[in-house]
């Protein structure tokens, strides 16, 4: 049995329930995880998805800002509490979500801070905001005890491009928010803690170039197709072979009032 799971910053659900509901109806993953939701949890649109077929729903989420959520046909059991999420950096900014799936996979969804413009943490708190939060993403992931042996999925918009071609140039964005030295090498201490396995480029090779964001500052964003990386699905080793299939759904950054991120999804068989 395959199991079909897909990552989405959708920037508003209510505004874009629609959008969702038109990738769940096309493409049918089991379970997708959404960020910046931008919503309280007692105005999540469960009735919207159940009627979908979408009836289990873990929500984490706040008036406006941040907010992420699982949205499954399969049963979910949320794995931390009544909160369902871990803090990071001394925030309640529901930037995490966590749930086990039947099974046993347990699945991280995050949301991690874009970090501002200005790629210095001394004069930008949002970049040192974002450099803490992967540091602590990191020594909870590390430590082995808590999880080890454990089928686990880690998806979410890391707000990160780690490689030279998940952007436009490399060159030109060295020193731009996003694939700045700081936050890809704290990124490859992140998969170092249990070995994660990026979905994407188990599939699509380092060399060749591949995006999941286009900003909505460049109106021609398809024609220029200055694109970013900020998106991932990784697994666990002990759920590498199982991979079968991965995509980036381009298509959907030219759906009516799009966000500027599109869906990914990966198969597991």
Request: positive net charge; aromatic residues 10%; contains cysteine.
């Amino acid at each position: 049995m395959a199991l079909r799971i897909a990552t989405w910053n959708i920037n508003s659900i209510r505004l874009r329930r629609e959008l969702v509901a038109k990738f769940l109806h096309f493409h049918a993953p089991d379970v997708l995880c959404v960020q910046e939701t931008k919503v309280q949890d007692p105005d999540f649109p469960h009735a919207f998805f159940h009627k979908l077929g979408y009836r289990h729903i873990v929500a984490r989420g706040m008036k406006a800002y941040n907010g992420v959520a699982i949205i499954s046909r399969l049963p979910l059991k949320a794995t931390l509490g009544e909160r369902a999420g871990r803090d990071f950096c001394d925030r309640q900014d529901c930037r995490h979500i966590s749930v086990k799936l039947p099974g046993g996979v347990e699945l991280h969804n995050f949301y991690v801070p874009a970090g501002g413009d200005i790629p210095d943490p001394a004069a930008n708190d949002k970049f040192a905001h974002k450099l803490r939060f992967v540091e602590e993403m990191t020594g909870w992931f590390a430590d082995k005890a808590e999880h080890k042996g454990k089928k686990m999925v880690l998806v979410g918009d890391l707000n990160i491009a780690p490689l030279e071609h998940d952007v436009w140039s490399h060159r030109q964005l060295l020193n731009v928010v996003s694939h700045t030295p700081p936050e890809t090498e704290r990124m490859a201490a992140l998969m170092e803690t249990l070995g994660w396995v990026d979905s994407a480029r188990h599939f699509v090779p380092a060399d060749r170039k591949l995006y999941s964001w286009w900003s909505y500052r460049n109106r021609d964003w398809a024609a220029s197709d200055r694109g970013r990386r900020l998106d991932h699905i990784w697994v666990t080793p002990n759920l590498k072979k199982s991979l079968a299939k991965s995509e980036i759904l381009r298509a959907a950054r030219a759906w009516d009032t799009p966000s500027d991120h599109v869906p990914v999804i990966v198969e597991l068989a």
